[in-house]
Each structure stands twice: as structure tokens, then as C-alpha cells.
């Protein structure tokens, strides 16, 4: 039986390229804001590949559920439950923490983010507002600044990982 996650991560990667040949140069506001609007779908569609791609491992080792895998963790768990351990799922962890992968959930983050600045103060904050107050700032996030160029080489590693674990992969 074919694994049906295979296409869905390729079609994933090709939206993925799709959004990074989209750039156009950048004359005016609204192509800056169609660049980013590009940009951050072509982060999205990666991710997705990506969780499709943790469903494909999965289901290549007969999982039940492959796509109940989210991170690379809960794949090896689950593939640990079935005393398996493949070198795949163990690289895909890996690259989560200090990796290609990593970066391209630290850019999505980046996108998801609400800046402080964006929220809309409740009507019992403005009263208590102290011009002098002190507010602790060490919980705030530090931007993670991404572009095109990133894109283009988490896509072109990612579709390098996934050939060379397809060709692992391949059943006898």
C-alpha cells in the first residue's frame, strides 16, 4: 500500500516553492505587503510539509496513527511504544532543537506572535497606569528576523533531508 502522506508533503514543498517564486521587487507599500504576505504562506506551507512528513515517517513504520505525530517527540514516543527507534525519526528530533527545523517553527512563531503594542490596554489597566511604573519585559520574546533567502534554504534542506530518508525508507 502506497503512503498516503507522500503526496500531501510534496504538495506542501510545492506551494512552498510557489511562494518563493512569487517575490516581486519591492516599489511600493503594497508590494511590500504582498512580499510578506508570500514570505509568511511560504513559512506555513513548510511547517505543514514538515507535519505531514512526521505522518509519512510514521506510516512508512505502520503507526495506527501517524498524524496524530506533531513534533519529532511524539513520533519517536509513539515508534518507541512499538520498540522501534529509526535513525529518521531520531534526526527529524535533532533538527527541532538546533536546526533548519527549529528555525522554520521559530519564523512561524515570529508570524503568530501578537506584539505587545497591538493589544489594546483594558479599561481597568489605563486607569492603574502609572506614567513611572515598572513593567518586566524579560518574558518577551526576541524577534526572529527570516526573509526569502531563509526560506529558500529550510526548503532546499528539507527536500535534501526527505530524498535522502525516502531513499532509506524504501520497502523490500
Not at 517564486?21 to 503594497?30: G, I, K, P
Not at 505587503?33 to 506555513?44: C, D, E, P, T
Not at 534526526?91 to 489594546?120: H, N, S, Y
Not at 524579560?138 to 535522502?164: C, D, H, M, N, V
Request: one cysteine or more; aromatic letters at 10%.
Amino acid at each position: 500500500m502506497a503512503n498516503p502522506y507522500i503526496g500531501l508533503v510534496n504538495r506542501q514543498l510545492a506551494f512552498t516553492r510557489y511562494q518563493l517564486n512569487s517575490r516581486l521587487e519591492e516599489t511600493n507599500a503594497a508590494e511590500r505587503l504582498r512580499n510578506q504576505g508570500a514570505l509568511y504562506a511560504g513559512v506555513w506551507h513548510l511547517s505543514l510539509a514538515y507535519k505531514n512528513y512526521l505522518a509519512e515517517v510514521g506510516a512508512n513504520y505502520k503507526l495506527t496513527k501517524p498524524e496524530a505525530s506533531q513534533k519529532a517527540t511524539d513520533l519517536c514516543q509513539a515508534l518507541e511504544s512499538m520498540n522501534k527507534s529509526p535513525a529518521e525519526a531520531k534526526e527529524l528530533e535533532r533538527l527541532e532543537q538546533e536546526g533548519f527545523i527549529a528555525e522554520v517553527f521559530k519564523a512561524l512563531m515570529q508570524i503568530e506572535r501578537i506584539a505587545p503594542d497591538m493589544v489594546a490596554p483594558a479599561p481597568a489597566d489605563i486607569e492603574e497606569r502609572d506614567p513611572l511604573k515598572m513593567v518586566d519585559v524579560s518574558g518577551e520574546t526576541e524577534e526572529f528576523t527570516f526573509g526569502f533567502e531563509s526560506l529558500a534554504q529550510w526548503a532546499q534542506k528539507f527536500k535534501s533531508l526527505i530524498e535522502r530518508h525516502r531513499e532509506q525508507m524504501i520497502e523490500y
